[in-house]
């Protein structure tokens, strides 16, 4: 610490030369908390480093080296070979490139404040933890999906008040807290969007005199959008508080899901026992087995809910633009994404490790579930609800006062409460009985529950989706007729492959109809359960179903298809696509189905005239023997900037880039940057790439 009492790298050192009382500088040093931004802060310092080489700031060699120098310090971070010093994240990043480069990271700063970079930065690490979040979020649903499925038609109580209530399938339990995660995932894309307009460019309250190409500048650090007004840009946190309350209710969610899982854990249910790796002993009691992780799950809930509060109280009393107060935001911010992560990644695996007890579950099946079928029964016969109510009500606090069940209250003293309940209606109520009359959704019946499991696991990417709604379709040679341009029209597409060709074994390869979107996703579900590939929705799937080849078996019985595998081509760009979804069921591995795939797709690329057709893969090998080549991703702007950066796997991504280069040397010109695909992002004209500091 130098003696004048200045923290190092101190930026205001030429205005308050006294430097800051040890007690202030406490308070004041926010590098504790956001030096977790280093990433975001060194992203953004490339990105700007280029928006003011466009000014004339910095010289071609001078960006070179700051580059080289940002280079050279996320290397020493990553390896804890460096440790930041300074008062904030900003001064301390600043501080070393300066000690790597000199003079070109002291023009780093240039048009900017620490009021938008902050801003700016905090949006950027938002925006992933926001898409972090919904990918955590989907995978506690799809183990919460794969107990509902793995638990059949076995039905248990359903509890009101915590009384005994009516039956319900116990899948239907579970998809209950699905359904209250699938709007947590809105919540969350929402607050997503919120943070995804970059502030960059408001200075400190009133604007940079700088002009250079912000768009650019934006799409090279992943915003969508642009901030209109500097006041409001330095010190809008509306984005932080949005994110803060949709992972407040989805704390609130986890918290009810984990109240349900412990009651079902203890004695009093006895539904299901957690599991060894998931579960904690007593210190004294040499019986006990704990259900610890939900009940940490219910503790840490209430840290979710209090970061929420903490920024809004912030917030409430500020004016507008930036005031120091709004340091705090960072710390609320992480705490939430910590333990949302925490809890995110052990409740799949917990809740997959409960041990069944389905002896407990039917215990749980008594006649108090039927009283209200009994009610109704006397409705069906003419009886007005109310009056319904009132008998049935009489008949079991009679049975109560007598201590046995209402069906075996005897014959005459029922008969005298009313003369509808006699031993043959009473003997008809059953559960099944009151299920099978509950079929629709949202009802708790079996034909709800399967229609629910079938939208979840679509929309999860898990299956084909919803039930198939019965239509009348033509058959193919109307479809193909009506496909092909009338006399006298010219067809505007390019000559994309439509043909049917006949492989081995009797499989068909063609391109995807409407009704193969459903063997698509079911195709995939494996993939997609196994992280190899990305969840599509179903929903999705429909939408671009064009883009699909697939490979199709005919059905045992001879009466439709079957689909095997599959692939697409994605365009990115004008002269770039993708192979995506590329998946062959595993019952069909080794016969070179992928290869015939990926061979349609590179036909549709050459009919479309792309110069490049790509793909993130880890089977390099297999790529390979079709024809492509490991390259750079950065050479790759297009996906990257388009595609990746909305990926909520981008920051640990493993996948390796392979090309296959329709045009001859574009690998090289890419490399080069000459070509349009390997050109960081459209620049502005000559003339405004030029414009200097407004003086």
Same mark, same amino acid.
């Given at each position: 610490?130098?003696?004048?009492?200045?923290?190092?790298?101190?930026?205001?050192?030429?205005?308050?030369?006294?430097?800051?009382?040890?007690?202030?500088?406490?308070?004041?040093?926010?590098?504790?908390?956001?030096?977790?931004?280093?990433?975001?802060?060194?992203?953004?310092?490339?990105?700007?480093?280029?928006?003011?080489?466009?000014?004339?700031?910095?010289?071609?060699?001078? *960006?070179? !080296?700051?580059?080289? $120098?940002?280079?050279? +310090?996320?290397? =020493?971070?990553? /390896?804890? @070979?460096?440790? &930041?010093?300074?008062?904030?994240?900003?001064?301390?990043?600043?501080?070393?490139?300066?000690?790597?480069?000199?003079?070109?990271?002291?023009?780093?700063?240039?048009?900017?404040?620490?009021?938008?970079?902050?801003?700016?930065?905090?949006?950027?690490?938002?925006?992933?933890?926001?898409?972090?979040?919904?990918?955590?979020?989907?995978?506690?649903?799809?183990?919460?999906?794969?107990?509902?499925?793995?638990?059949?038609?076995?039905?248990?109580?359903?509890?009101?008040?915590?009384?005994?209530?009516?039956?319900?399938?116990?899948?239907?339990?579970?998809?209950?807290?699905?359904?209250?995660?699938?709007?947590?995932?809105?919540?969350?894309?929402?607050?997503?969007?919120?943070?995804?307009?970059?502030? *960059?460019? !408001?200075?400190?309250? $009133?604007?940079?005199? +700088?002009?250079? =190409?912000?768009? /650019?500048? @934006?799409?090279? &650090?992943?915003?969508?959008?642009?901030?209109?007004?500097?006041?409001?840009?330095?010190?809008?946190?509306?984005?932080?508080?949005?994110?803060?309350?949709?992972?407040?209710?989805?704390?609130?969610?986890?918290?009810?899901?984990?109240?349900?899982?412990?009651?079902?854990?203890?004695?009093?249910?006895?539904?299901?026992?957690?599991?060894?790796?998931?579960?904690?002993?007593?210190?004294?009691?040499?019986?006990?087995?704990?259900?610890?992780?939900?009940?940490?799950?219910?503790?840490?809930?209430?840290?979710?809910?209090?970061?929420?509060?903490?920024?809004?109280?912030?917030?409430?009393?500020?004016?507008?633009?930036?005031?120091?107060?709004?340091?705090?935001?960072?710390?609320?911010?992480?705490?939430?994404?910590?333990?949302?992560?925490?809890?995110?990644?052990? +409740?799949?695996?917990?809740?997959?490790?409960?041990?069944?007890?389905?002896?407990?579950?039917?215990?749980?099946?008594?006649?108090?579930?039927?009283?209200?079928?009994?009610?109704?029964?006397?409705?069906?016969?003419?009886?007005?609800?109310?009056?319904?109510?009132?008998?049935?009500?009489?008949?079991?606090?009679?049975?109560?006062?007598?201590?046995?069940?209402?069906?075996?209250?005897?014959?005459?003293?029922?008969?005298?409460?009313?003369?509808?309940?006699?031993?043959?209606?009473?003997?008809?109520?059953?559960?099944?009985?009151?299920?099978?009359?509950?079929?629709?959704?949202?009802?708790?019946?079996?034909?709800?529950?399967?229609?629910?499991?079938?939208?979840?696991?679509?929309?999860?990417?898990?299956?084909?989706?919803?039930?198939?709604?019965?239509?009348?379709?033509?058959?193919?040679?109307?479809?193909?007729?009506?496909?092909?341009?009338?006399?006298?029209?010219?067809?505007?597409?390019?000559?994309?492959?439509?043909?049917?060709?006949?492989?081995?074994?009797?499989?068909?390869?063609?391109?995807?109809?409407?009704?193969?979107?459903?063997?698509?996703?079911?195709?995939?579900?494996?993939?997609?359960?196994?992280?190899?590939?990305?969840?599509?929705?179903?929903?999705?799937?429909?939408?671009?179903?064009?883009?699909?080849?697939?490979?199709?078996?005919?059905?045992?019985?001879?009466?439709?298809?079957?689909?095997?595998?599959?692939?697409?081509?994605?365009?990115?760009?004008?002269?770039?696509?993708?192979?995506?979804?590329?998946?062959?069921?595993?019952?069909?591995?080794?016969?070179?189905?992928?290869?015939?795939?990926?061979?349609?797709?590179?036909?549709?690329?050459?009919?479309?005239?792309?110069?490049?057709?790509?793909?993130?893969?880890?089977?390099?090998?297999?790529?390979?023997?079709?024809?492509?080549?490991?390259?750079?991703?950065?050479?790759?702007?297009?996906?990257?900037?388009?595609?990746?950066?909305?990926?909520?796997?981008?920051?640990?991504?493993?996948?390796?880039?392979?090309?296959?280069?329709?045009?001859?040397?574009?690998?090289?010109?890419?490399?080069?940057?000459?070509?349009?695909?390997?050109?960081?992002?459209?620049?502005?004209?000559?003339?405004?790439?030029?414009?200097?500091?407004?003086?």
């Amino acid at each position: 610490m130098p003696a004048d009492g200045r923290p190092p790298n101190a930026v205001w050192q030429g205005r308050i030369g006294s430097g800051l009382d040890p007690r202030a500088r406490a308070l004041n040093d926010s590098l504790p908390v956001d030096r977790r931004l280093w990433p975001e802060e060194l992203a953004l310092s490339r990105a700007y480093a280029r928006a003011i080489a466009e000014c004339g700031v910095l010289a071609p060699a001078e *960006l070179d !080296a700051l580059l080289a $120098a940002c280079e050279a +310090l996320e290397a =020493d971070l990553v /390896a804890g @070979a460096v440790t &930041l010093a300074g008062e904030d994240v900003h001064s301390a990043v600043e501080a070393e490139l300066v000690r790597r480069c000199g003079d070109p990271a002291r023009r780093l700063h240039t048009g900017r404040s620490r009021n938008d970079q902050v801003a700016t930065l905090l949006r950027m690490r938002l925006v992933r933890l926001c898409e972090e979040a919904v990918a955590g979020v989907r995978q506690l649903e799809c183990a919460l999906v794969g107990r509902a499925r793995a638990s059949g038609d076995r039905a248990v109580a359903a509890y009101t008040h915590l009384q005994p209530a009516q039956p319900v399938r116990l899948a239907h339990w579970w998809l209950a807290h699905v359904a209250a995660l699938e709007r947590d995932e809105a919540r969350l894309d929402n607050a997503r969007e919120a943070a995804d307009l970059m502030p *960059l460019g !408001a200075g400190a309250i $009133a604007g940079t005199p +700088l002009q250079y =190409d912000r768009g /650019a500048l @934006a799409a090279r &650090l992943g915003f969508s959008r642009l901030s209109i007004n500097s006041l409001d840009a330095v010190g809008d946190r509306d984005f932080a508080l949005e994110y803060l309350n949709a992972a407040a209710v989805l704390g609130i969610h986890l918290s009810r899901l984990a109240e349900d899982l412990v009651l079902w854990c203890s004695p009093g249910f006895g539904w299901y026992r957690p599991g060894d790796g998931f579960s904690t002993g007593s210190s004294l009691l040499p019986q006990k087995r704990n259900p610890d992780l939900f009940e940490l799950t219910r503790g840490k809930s209430a840290r979710l809910l209090a970061n929420a509060q903490r920024l809004a109280v912030v917030l409430k009393g500020l004016p507008s633009a930036y005031q120091k107060d709004l340091q705090e935001d960072k710390e609320a911010i992480f705490d939430t994404s910590d333990t949302l992560e925490a809890l995110l990644s052990a +409740l799949p695996p917990a809740i997959e490790s409960l041990e069944e007890r389905p002896d407990r579950m039917e215990a749980t099946l008594t006649p108090d579930l039927l009283a209200v079928e009994l009610a109704d029964a006397l409705v069906e016969g003419g009886m007005p609800f109310r009056d319904a109510h009132e008998r049935v009500g009489r008949l079991w606090a009679g049975a109560e006062r007598a201590g046995v069940a209402p069906g075996e209250l005897p014959l005459t003293a029922r008969l005298a409460i009313a003369p509808e309940f006699t031993n043959e209606r009473l003997a008809g109520l059953s559960v099944e009985k009151s299920l099978a009359r509950r079929g629709r959704l949202p009802g708790a019946g079996s034909e709800s529950v399967a229609a629910q499991i079938a939208w979840h696991e679509g929309r999860l990417g898990l299956g084909p989706g919803e039930p198939p709604v019965h239509v009348v379709e033509p058959d193919t040679a109307e479809r193909e007729a009506a496909s092909r341009p009338r006399a006298g029209e010219k067809d505007a597409a390019p000559a994309v492959r439509n043909d049917t060709e006949i492989l081995a074994d009797g499989l068909l390869l063609r391109r995807a109809q409407p009704e193969d979107v459903r063997g698509i996703a079911s195709v995939m579900a494996d993939y997609v359960m196994k992280a190899v590939l990305l969840p599509r929705p179903v929903s999705e799937l429909y939408q671009c179903v064009r883009e699909f080849h697939v490979i199709v078996s005919q059905t045992e019985d001879g009466a439709g298809s079957e689909v095997v595998a599959c692939a697409a081509l994605r365009l990115l760009w004008s002269d770039l696509g993708e192979v995506r979804s590329l998946a062959v069921r595993p019952d069909c591995h080794g016969r070179g189905l992928g290869a015939k795939l990926v061979a349609r797709v590179l036909d549709d690329a050459r009919a479309f005239g792309l110069a490049r057709v790509i793909a993130l893969t880890r089977e390099v090998p297999f790529f390979e023997r079709s024809g492509f080549r490991v390259v750079d991703r950065e050479t790759l702007p297009r996906k990257v900037w388009t595609d990746c950066v909305r990926c909520p796997r981008r920051h640990a991504c493993d996948e390796v880039a392979v090309a296959f280069d329709l045009v001859p040397g574009l690998a090289e010109d890419a490399t080069r940057g000459r070509h349009a695909e390997g050109r960081p992002i459209p620049q502005g004209t000559p003339g405004e790439m030029s414009l200097r500091i407004v003086t």
